[in-house]
């Protein structure tokens, strides 16, 4: 299969390093073009982007020069990682000059045309992706949840088949998570910041839209959210990269601990049985040691592509509990919008 030319916007960013490391070498897809704001445009990738990876820059991107983000230019997929203040206007002009932009961003999330995906759990809601074209836009737009969002929906898509009604979700998350350079660190240091703007409310509707089942009303296809209440805290932590979630959850009586455990453990989907490129073998590993996961030992699992599960105990006051923990900006974010695109290019979409 001929590589297809894609770009980034946003790319110097901590979402856009994240996607320039994964597209290096991948096999279907060739890294063409890298786009940034005023501040970077003209610049080499190498001196625009403050570069924050363990792992070097790739050399084919370090010499690249940014690109203004202009519509039109740059290859068909474009991949985003701009700034929600700045990603509604975009990736819209984007997606109306034909583009496919597959987006990290806020923006489009809830929109009832967009596409909201994590691909093991939902991948049928791309038959949204038809709907845009009543905008008058020559593309469209595809989007992936909110980093903790993506976490909790693959620890609860297993657990749907057991009648699920209520969850409560506390997460810990990382520092990596508010971009470059994000929060200061005499704010984060020995600390915990137990507010995270707007972050509860992304959870709790995200994960219920990502869960729910899409139907066709009068020939035209809609998402109807899952019933389950969702109950989230959200907390910065002085970690680097890996958000961990505590999640409570009420199901069924009479289901066992073990199959919970059966339930999470077996957990597969399309991008498995597609064996895509960025897929893990396991989208969810559950570990039986008491004191996991954690983000320092755990994170990288499956390339930052598996979520880890552990801990799973009875809760006195739901039903069950456990620990999950995922990669923020790999699962998170740039790797799940990899998935994503790997996914509609399987399906034929792009
Ligand atoms: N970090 C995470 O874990 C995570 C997880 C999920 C989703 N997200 C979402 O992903 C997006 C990127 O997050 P991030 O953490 O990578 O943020 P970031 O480090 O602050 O990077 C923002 C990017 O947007 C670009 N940008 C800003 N203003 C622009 C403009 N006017 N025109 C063109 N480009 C502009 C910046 O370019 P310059 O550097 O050239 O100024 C930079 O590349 C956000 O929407 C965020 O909510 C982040």
């Not at 990682?81 to 990290?104: M, P, Q, R, T, Y």
């Not at 009303?217 to 990269?241: C, F, L, M």
Request: proline content about 7%.
């Amino acid at each position: 299969m001929a590589q297809m030319e894609v770009g980034v916007l946003g790319a110097t960013g901590t979402v856009g390093q994240q996607f320039v490391r994964l597209l290096d070498q991948h096999p279907w897809f060739k890294l063409t073009w890298l786009a940034g704001s005023e501040r970077s445009e003209g610049k080499r990738y190498a001196d625009a982007a403050p570069w924050r990876l363990s792992t070097p820059i790739p050399t084919e991107s370090a010499d690249k020069i940014v690109q203004a983000p202009v519509p039109g230019q740059g290859p068909k997929l474009v991949f985003s990682a701009l700034d929600a203040a700045v990603a509604g206007e975009l990736e819209a002009a984007f997606a109306a000059a034909g583009h496919i932009v597959v987006s990290n961003a806020r923006n489009y999330r809830m929109e009832a045309d967009v596409p909201l995906l994590v691909p093991e759990v939902n991948p049928e809601h791309l038959g949204l992706v038809p709907l845009q074209s009543t905008r008058g836009w020559k593309g469209s737009i595809v989007t992936n949840p909110n980093c903790s969002t993506v976490f909790l929906a693959m620890a609860l898509a297993p657990l749907r088949q057991f009648n699920l009604r209520q969850v409560m979700v506390t997460t810990l998350q990382a520092v990596s998570g508010a971009g470059y350079p994000g929060v200061p660190s005499l704010d984060i240091l020995g600390n915990v910041v137990p507010f995270i703007g707007g972050e509860e409310e992304k959870i709790e509707s995200e994960t219920k839209r990502i869960l729910g089942s899409l139907r066709s009303e009068n020939g035209k296809n809609a998402v109807v959210p899952h019933g389950v209440t969702i109950s989230a805290q959200t907390t910065r932590v002085p970690v680097i990269d890996g958000h961990t979630e505590s999640i409570s959850v009420s199901i069924d009586q009479g289901v066992t601990i073990e199959d919970v455990k059966q339930a999470l453990m077996t957990f597969r989907g399309r991008p498995q049985d597609q064996r895509l490129p960025s897929a893990p073998c396991h989208p969810i590993v559950y570990l039986p040691e008491q004191n996991r996961p954690q983000p320092r030992l755990d994170v990288d699992r499956g390339n930052g592509m598996t979520v880890t599960i552990g801990r799973l105990r009875p809760c006195s006051v739901l039903g069950y509990k456990f620990i999950a923990l995922g990669h923020n900006t790999v699962r998170g974010a740039a790797g799940a919008a990899l998935l994503n695109a790997e996914l509609m290019q399987s399906e034929g979409v792009l």
